[in-house]
């Protein structure tokens, strides 16, 4: 089945319509999801959840934090600043078609993450600012994408992994499993834990919505869309013929992830090859089946804040698909041996196509006056160090790709020495209308360089 990218988020006129009230409960979620989607909003359901202030009221602005494992290899990092006629560096040239919408920053540094062993603190302090606990407890302060959803009053957050959780740990440091699995992080609650299943992911976004029974659910003898389509009918009988269309055109949607999501994980379980590691097979589909997820989520309004993890903290995964059989964490300490460094910039960079690729789906989507979806989205690429060889945590980059209008677009920004990676969170708080003074350990206040004049 094609998939439609044409926007449903207004009807042809571009008019907001109103429908009668008809009972929520079930109901609710599909009321929220044809509000953002370009049906009327059903009367008394309500939106998926409130607006948050500052310039996301207006924007229906939306995070994306897409974390890629084990660094970058510097070299093929390095970008001279300017803006408009700067040039991408070599591994991010998979983002020449958004480099007008992409904002370029070289030169964090992340020194709370360097109080943990490597690849622990690195991960679990990312988003935190914060060194990870040690002791018998996990814990590593609150993560930014955390914040700001319960400031700006985002109810639902959707945390996705493409790699199971580390289990590789020393007996004297248990914690290190959860620390590399996790970015982001509710304080003394612990780590959010991350879904590595598409189909799992579906089901939380739209199963519990709808009021399904979740063992009857799990059977898989009908779909999700099955029940959203089931909710849809007593829909259609209030609206015209334009707005039916375009209700089934948003259920055929989904359909049509669901059944990808759910082709990969038949894929997964039954056609593994003899002798294969089940958490290296399928490394391309899954990521594929997982930005399917991100793009619905956002599409329909399902969620506006998405963490991506493309691999745990220390992922050694083999990536065959590339030519690569040699494990990333591996080949991330070249040592400047030719062959690794080769190995790790052919893995880097089509990391960074994948994150292209999603972003480019989300720009073409329409999200209403004139934005795209990716123009409503701070979708950030970022990694917890930078290059992977030493784990170095004093020259870190971070990229973003969209929140067009809001920061300098077509922009790159070789930052002062010592520029705390927490600046970056607070600059992007404020953005949600989070007006932060201080965040993490040494976060001190936005960036000017993201000021937009």
């Avoid at 998939?3 to 109103?18: E, L, V």
């Avoid at 002791?135 to 985002?154: E, H, K």
């Avoid at 097979?281 to 997820?293: N, Y």
């Avoid at 998405?306 to 590339?322: I, P, Q």
Wanted: charged share 20%; net charge negative.
């Amino acid at each position: 089945m094609t998939r439609s990218r044409k926007t449903i988020c207004r009807n042809r006129a571009g008019r907001t319509m109103s429908f009668p009230r008809i009972t929520t409960g079930r109901r609710l979620f599909l009321g929220g999801l044809l509000s953002a989607s370009g049906l009327p909003l059903i009367a008394g359901a309500g939106p998926v959840y409130a607006q948050g202030a500052g310039q996301a009221a207006s924007r229906r602005l939306r995070l994306l934090v897409h974390f890629v494992p084990n660094g970058f290899y510097m070299d093929g990092m390095a970008a001279a600043p300017g803006v408009g006629g700067w040039e991408l560096p070599p591994l991010l040239s998979a983002m020449q078609p958004l480099k007008h919408k992409v904002t370029y920053l070289q030169g964090f540094q992340n020194a709370p993450a360097g109080d943990r062993s490597t690849h622990s603190g690195q991960t679990a302090g990312l988003l935190t600012g914060v060194s990870p606990a040690s002791g018998d407890v996990l814990r590593a302060g609150v993560s930014i994408d955390r914040l700001i959803a319960a400031r700006a009053g985002l109810t639902t957050t959707l945390h996705l992994a493409t790699e199971p959780p580390y289990t590789f740990c020393t007996p004297d440091d248990l914690l290190s499993c959860g620390y590399r699995s996790s970015i982001s992080w509710a304080g003394s609650a612990g780590p959010v834990p991350n879904i590595s299943s598409p189909d799992q992911a579906l089901r939380t976004l739209f199963g519990g919505a709808t009021g399904a029974d979740p063992a009857e659910l799990a059977s898989r003898t009908r779909l999700v869309t099955d029940y959203l389509r089931d909710e849809a009918e007593t829909l259609r009988a209030q609206i015209g013929g334009e707005d039916r269309e375009r209700l089934s055109e948003f259920i055929d949607a989904t359909r049509s992830v669901e059944v990808s999501a759910s082709e990969y994980e038949r894929l997964s379980a039954c056609d593994i090859p003899p002798g294969v590691d089940p958490i290296q097979f399928g490394v391309e589909a899954l990521s594929d089946a997982m930005a399917d997820v991100v793009e619905l989520a956002f599409r329909c309004d399902a969620t506006r804040v998405v963490t991506l993890m493309e691999g745990h903290g220390a992922s050694d995964r083999v990536f065959g698909n590339l030519g690569v059989p040699e494990p990333f964490h591996y080949v991330s300490h070249h040592d400047n041996d030719p062959y690794n460094v080769a190995a790790y910039e052919t893995i880097v960079h089509w990391e960074v196509s994948r994150f292209s690729r999603l972003c480019q789906r989300l720009d073409a989507i329409d999200d209403g006056n004139g934005f795209s979806v990716l123009d409503n989205t701070v979708a950030l690429l970022v990694s917890g160090m930078g290059d992977g060889n030493d784990h170095d945590v004093s020259d870190m980059p971070a990229l973003i790709c969209g929140a067009t209008g809001l920061i300098p677009n077509d922009a790159c920004f070789s930052l002062p020495d010592g520029t705390p990676l927490a600046n970056l969170h607070i600059s992007i708080a404020g953005l949600f209308g989070v007006e932060l003074d201080s965040f993490g350990r040494d976060g001190s206040g936005p960036l000017q360089e993201l000021q937009v004049l």
